[in-house]
């Protein structure tokens, strides 16, 4: 069974550049969700997506937006980067069955803002 | 909306002795909580949930919470830690049922670090 994979691992952008990462989550799991975790924080909730639609989205401006293709996977895209934008970006899926709220957690994209 | 408060930002213990990390959220509906563990540079991994049921929950590693309602307190206990417990732990809390699962609030984290 694959876990969920994250890509890129590292980015360095430079302010007002655009980024997009990337996620494919655990086999079988429907649902995506990402979190930004800046340093010394715990995450926070940005989006979570369902069947391809935006399912939840937390305290987060609209240059933060995503997508989920057929398969699953998904896309975190960040508009007119911030020097605040620099974080841990996670994502994490969860299965169809139940409703336990448990994620599965890829290893994080590492982004940087010059 | 709900809260995730850890106490401790830092908790050093030596290794073989018991340790306890403490959580406390507020939320106005029943909640889903978690722990779980982040090694550097690495994504987190589950420790334990409660959902139902049990106060006293049991995860992986030797690790236990209980849930305490009246103190909406869910501290993670272990008795007796080894130098591989080394990490960051953070508490969660999700609204049960409905739609919100996947939607965690997080605390600040704890790291813990095992002393030899």
């Known amino acids: 069974e694959t876990g969920v994979t994250q890509s890129p691992t590292h980015l360095i952008k430079t302010r007002g550049q655009q980024v997009t990462l990337r996620c494919s989550s655990q086999?079988?799991?429907?649902?995506v969700s990402w979190y930004q975790q800046a340093l010394g924080q715990g995450p926070q909730f940005i989006f979570q997506?369902?069947?391809?639609?935006?399912?939840g989205r937390g305290n987060f401006p609209p240059r933060f937006s995503g997508l989920q293709f057929p398969n699953y996977s998904s896309e975190l895209n960040v508009n007119a980067l911030e020097l605040d934008d620099s974080a841990l970006y996670l994502c994490?899926?969860?299965?169809?069955?139940?409703?336990?709220?448990?994620?599965?957690f890829g290893e994080g994209s590492r982004l940087t803002v010059l | 909306a709900q809260s995730v408060t850890q106490l401790d930002s830092q908790v050093p213990v030596f290794e073989e002795a018991p340790v306890e990390l403490r959580c406390n959220y507020s939320?106005?509906?029943?909640?889903?909580l978690f722990w779980y563990v982040q090694y550097p540079n690495q994504g987190l991994q589950l420790l334990l949930k409660?959902?139902?049921?049990?106060?006293l929950v049991k995860g992986i590693n030797g690790f236990e919470a209980e849930f305490n309602k009246s103190q909406t307190s869910f501290h993670l206990r272990k008795p007796s830690v080894h130098i591989s417990d080394t990490a960051e732990y953070f508490c969660?809390?999700?609204?049960?049922?409905?739609?919100?699962?996947?939607?965690?609030?997080f605390g600040q984290g704890t790291i813990l670090t095992v002393h030899p």
């Open positions: 994490a899926s969860s299965p169809p069955w139940g409703n336990t709220g448990e994620l599965f």
């Open positions: 086999s079988g799991h429907n649902t």
């Open positions: 997506y369902y069947r391809e639609e935006e399912n």
């Open positions: 939320s106005s509906v029943s909640v889903y």
């Open positions: 409660y959902l139902s049921g049990s106060t």
């Open positions: 969660a809390a999700g609204n049960a049922g409905g739609t919100s699962y996947g939607k965690l609030t």
